[in-house]
């Protein structure tokens, strides 16, 4: 049974990558394939828009650990928006928000990316 | 309600199965009288505890079962997780240090975290070649 996708687009010439379903520790590894496809290709300002995004556990929240590093030694940033209060909640437990943007919607991720 | 409702569900250990066991435990702490807050939590705290048992208890061997056992009471829902595996420990549950886990690129330590945060009481012990796990929580909580 699918219950996760990860879509790809650009906006504004940002990366967005569009979360649908349930990430964890089985689908956690599509968000990070298509982490990996974007930093291969040197994007390193990505916006990810949770909007759809209905359930995280730990094994997601380890894909944004992972990469968050690469991507700022770059100049860029991974900034997530339009979480759902339930999905906050997890990130909120662990302390992301003082390490994360977390906006609440992509056009705010747009506005900062583009006024560095 | 009587005074004690079980459900038991087998699953193979792998992490395909982690959605089965999240409705699993969403249709019955739902008729059971559990809030959808509870029932958020307890889902995550039990999702985060099969995909340790299958990770480092089976080291992902699909051959292997995980028996999942909901005990409902009036004052608390208790999950008991059973398999067969090595023993690893799970005592550590300090919040992680995430600032120096992102700078190590380590990933890791969250879920115990998490269901020590989530449920009201976790106890783990190790008997006749099993482990089993059990995590409880208060329907006041």
């Not at chain 2, 120096?100 to 690129?105: D, G």
């Not at chain 2, 990933?107 to 783990?124: A, E, F, K, N, Q």
Request: glycine letters at 6%; a negative charge.
């Amino acid at each position: 049974m699918k219950n996760f996708s990860v879509k790809h687009r650009t906006q504004s010439g940002f990366s967005i990558l569009d979360l649908h379903g349930e990430l964890d520790a089985h689908t956690a590894s599509q968000l990070e394939d298509a982490l990996k496809d974007l930093i291969n290709q040197n994007r390193s300002e990505i916006i990810v828009n949770c909007s759809n995004l209905e359930y995280i556990a730990s094994a997601g929240l380890g894909v944004f650990m992972a990469y968050i590093e690469d991507v700022r030694s770059d100049g860029g940033d991974i900034k997530l928006t339009n979480m759902n209060d339930k999905v906050y909640n997890v990130f909120d437990l662990l302390g992301f928000p003082t390490l994360y943007d977390i906006l609440d919607d992509e056009s705010d991720a747009i506005n900062n990316f583009s006024n560095r | 309600m009587k005074n004690r409702v079980t459900y038991q569900l087998d699953i193979s250990a792998s992490t395909s199965n982690l959605s089965e066991v999240r409705n699993f435990i969403g249709r019955h702490a739902g008729k059971n009288g559990f809030s959808e807050k509870q029932i958020d939590e307890i889902r995550l705290a039990v999702d985060e505890a099969v995909t340790n048992i299958i990770k480092h208890a089976y080291k992902n061997d699909e051959s292997k079962t995980i028996d999942i056992l909901l005990i409902f009471t009036p004052k608390k829902l208790c999950v008991k997780l059973t398999d067969d595996g090595k023993n690893f420990k799970l005592d550590t549950y300090e919040r992680p240090d995430l600032e120096k886990q992102i700078k190590q690129k380590k990933r890791g330590g969250m879920g115990v975290y998490l269901i020590h945060s989530l449920m009201d009481d976790v106890s783990y012990t190790r008997d006749n070649g099993k482990n089993k796990m059990e995590m409880c929580k208060n329907r006041n909580s």
